[in-house]
């Protein structure tokens, strides 16, 4: 394999610490999430956990069991390293996984790079950002055959910026006439109680229920909220709200107290999807 090739391959960063890196053991983690269903149609968009399987694993399948997924994904995470570009778009290529490698829309990147002003190509946001990579298996196995996908790493970004990348993806998947879902990578509140926990994450979840990205931003920030992924989750609602979302659903919302047993420094997880 040449240098070029090699550079273009992403390998994991967190297998065999947020979920198993045998292929096997991970198809069987990620199917005892999933619920075997005909979901809804119209689902535009997503918001799914990104903790380690044990605590969000539950909330992400069966999130992932209530939308279809096309052969082209865009998933947007948020950036915990600080590294790289604020809106990094992983250009070509692919990403190894347990099972398989998953490969670069490299059509839609280079689209969504060449229309959307804040969008650069950049790898360096995704070496080592798990929040992307952990939604992977559970496309996978939800769609039973290969996807490609465009990963998008985001910094924290002002509403006027997450409202120009959102209604610029709009207009890319418009413009590309195919099925493109939009996954935002989010958790919720981190390490406080169970109660003030639960408090908040109402909060944020009510605003992302009324498709309200600006009221998700304006809380989030007065409340002190700490969703990693609120970037991200507001970014998806300005696209969904472009492309005619009429409304959300809450699919399950939970804390790591309920596996832990800890319910005095929890981690919020809420999983939801968008639909026309």
Request: hydrophobic content about 40%; aromatic content about 8%.
């Amino acid at each position: 394999m040449d240098t070029v090739t090699k550079e273009k391959i992403r390998s994991p960063a967190v297998a065999g610490q947020f979920y198993p890196a045998n292929p096997n053991k991970l198809e069987e983690q990620v199917g005892s999430y999933l619920f075997d269903a005909a979901p809804p149609a119209g689902v535009i968009g997503a918001v799914m956990p990104h903790a380690g399987y044990i605590y969000s694993g539950a909330v992400a399948g069966e999130t992932a069991s209530h939308f279809t997924v096309p052969g082209r994904v865009i998933v947007l995470g948020p950036n915990h390293t600080g590294l790289g570009s604020a809106v990094s778009v992983y250009p070509t290529g692919s990403w190894q996984m347990p099972f398989g490698d998953v490969p670069i829309d490299e059509g839609l990147a280079s689209r969504i790079i060449d229309s959307i002003g804040p969008a650069e190509p950049d790898r360096s946001a995704h070496m080592r950002e798990h929040s992307i990579e952990v939604q992977l298996p559970f496309l996978y196995y939800r769609r039973g055959s290969e996807f490609a996908f465009v990963p998008i790493t985001l910094a924290m970004l002002d509403e006027r910026t997450c409202s120009r990348l959102g209604e610029g993806l709009a207009g890319v998947i418009r413009e590309s006439g195919d099925d493109i879902l939009i996954v935002a990578s989010s958790d919720m509140t981190h390490y406080e109680s169970q109660q003030s926990a639960k408090v908040k994450d109402t909060l944020a979840i009510e605003r992302i229920l009324d498709l309200d990205p600006e009221g998700l931003l304006d809380t989030v920030h007065a409340r002190r909220i700490s969703m990693c992924g609120v970037i991200p989750t507001a970014v998806m609602l300005f696209a969904a709200k472009a492309m005619g979302a009429a409304g959300a659903r809450l699919i399950r919302y939970t804390t790591s107290g309920e596996t832990s047993g800890d319910f005095d420094h929890v981690v919020g997880y809420a999983g939801l999807v968008v639909h026309k």
